[in-house]
């Protein structure tokens, strides 16, 4: 029998944390959120194999009561600090910084890992030789400038990885919102088109 997600929560004592997404690299406030269970184990909210995102905190409860199998109330678990993924900066960073002061690249780059992994999506070993060595350099050194020319890093190849990782997390995602009182999951949210109640 396949174990609960539930009480392999309480269990492992996993906390959720708030994952805020800014697209815009000037944004003040997140495009949209989602939510991640973090511990001995990472687990993501999802439904079908799909990432649930939505527009509005206060959509939390809703969306846990979504996702596949329904989580408990979120007022009985632990939670986490919320966290910003930057994602219209982290382009900016790679495209001209050599040092990533907040850690905006890496929370980037490692939350998209652990999206895809979860969405069941495959990395080339040609991206995880482009993608794993400036990974491992941003851990334990905010400078990366000179990295990228050290190892012949290519900025252009590390922004085409993480806008086709964002896209393919995209791809693979439902948009929980509210239109008239009604819920609606967004299979294509940035083209505006919607299933309700899939």
């Known amino acids: 029998m396949k174990p609960n997600i539930n009480d392999i929560i309480k269990q492992k004592k996993l906390q959720y ?7 815009n690299p000037d944004g003040y406030k997140p495009d949209f959120y989602n939510v991640m269970f973090y511990g001995d184990e990472t687990i993501s909210v999802m439904r079908k194999i799909k990432h649930l995102f939505f527009e509005d905190k206060k959509m939390l409860k809703t969306v846990l009561s979504l996702s596949e199998p329904a989580l408990e109330d979120i007022d009985s678990l632990e939670r986490g600090y919320d966290a910003n993924v930057m994602f219209g900066k982290t382009i900016h960073l790679l495209s001209k910084g050599s040092i990533d002061h907040s850690c905006t690249a890496i929370n980037c780059i490692n ?5 895809l992994h979860d ?11 482009v993608l794993y060595p400036i990974a491992d350099q941003l851990t334990f050194n905010r400078r990366y400038g000179h990295f990228l020319k050290e190892k012949k890093i290519g900025r252009r190849e ?16 439902m948009f929980v919102t509210s239109e008239h009182g009604k819920l609606i999951y967004y299979t294509k949210y940035f083209d505006g088109k919607y299933v309700l109640n899939e």
């Open 17 to 23: 944390y708030l994952i805020c997404y800014y697209i």
């Open 111 to 115: 939350l998209f890992d652990d999206l």
């Open 119 to 129: 969405a069941k999506i495959s990395i080339s070993q040609k991206t995880k030789k």
């Open 158 to 173: 590390l922004i085409d990885i993480l806008q086709l990782f964002f896209n393919q997390i995209l791809k693979r995602a």
